[in-house]
């Protein structure tokens, strides 16, 4: 099967790094002729396209929890581009550890309003501007986290559920034009994930049926999937893209 994108326009959130760079460079691969990247911060968004090397990427300054941020952006895009046919909902933050019990409620809003809140915003910018009149695909990045329980950062995997949920209540308001659906990584060779494999990869790796830890391009070829045609008849679906943590009942604990 050849997924492709020709001829579409995407929007990355998050995109200086990790997931969100790998699937930048898997959609210009894939044909699509405009992606917009973004990220909180000029030098790593610029940094980023430097390193994507292609007149059709266009790098942005955009926090994900900004309502004024999203509206821009999607502008821009459309001004730029002509179209904004795929959002993907990367940026992500997970300043929250401990129990909830424990955990510092400040940190807690943080994850909260990136997370959860920062997608929506982004969503119905892209409604609004563009998607309602004329189709599209949105993809979110969730988590396993969202799907199970699991210790420390209970705050983040709650998060992820609350976009897990969000996903399926945008994919039943935005049909039939609109797909919504998104991806469950487990843990991924990212500075995100850092602390659930630094120094411990072997063990974090064994925790996986496939025993290795997952890279970036692992979950960019499944978000590209399902942002094109090849997945026409998919919306509201969460994709697990874990190295078999859930479907195989792997031991209990990861989040991604």
């Known amino acids: 099967m050849d997924v492709r994108v020709d001829g579409r326009v995407a929007l990355i959130t998050g995109a200086s790094r990790g997931i969100g760079e790998a699937t930048a460079a898997e959609l210009l691969a894939s044909g ?10 000029e030098p790593n968004i610029t940094e980023a396209a430097a390193r994507l090397d292609d007149d059709r990427v266009m790098p942005l300054v955009a926090r994900a929890d ?17 179209s904004l046919d795929i959002l993907i909902n990367n940026a992500g933050t997970n300043p929250a550890a401990g129990t909830l019990a424990d955990v510092d409620l400040g940190a807690v809003g943080k994850t909260w309003e990136v997370n959860q809140l920062g997608p929506l915003l982004w969503a119905r910018a892209a409604w609004r501007h563009w998607m309602s009149a004329n189709g599209g695909s949105v993809v979110n ?18 998060s992820k559920a609350a976009l897990i949920h969000m996903t399926h209540q945008l994919a039943n308001e935005m049909a039939p034009g609109v797909r919504v659906n998104a991806v ?19 063990h974090t ?12 391009e692992d979950v960019a070829r499944a978000i590209v999937f ?31």
């Open 226 to 256: 399902l942002a094109s045609d090849a997945a026409g008849w998919i919306t509201g679906a969460v994709l697990p893209v874990d190295g078999g943590v859930i479907g195989a009942a792997a031991a209990p604990g990861l989040g991604g």
């Open 184 to 202: 469950a990584p487990s843990v991924v060779r990212t500075r995100l994930a850092a602390a659930l494999w630094q120094g411990i990869e072997e």
């Open 66 to 82: 900004s309502e004024a941020d999203a509206e821009s952006a999607v502008g821009a895009t459309i001004a730029r581009f002509g």
């Open 32 to 41: 699509a002729a405009g992606v917009t990247i973004t990220s909180r911060k």
């Open 205 to 216: 790796a064994n925790s996986h049926p496939l025993q290795r830890i997952g890279e970036p």
């Open 141 to 158: 990045v969730a988590s396993v986290g969202g799907i199970r329980v699991g210790p420390v950062i209970g705050a983040y995997n709650i």
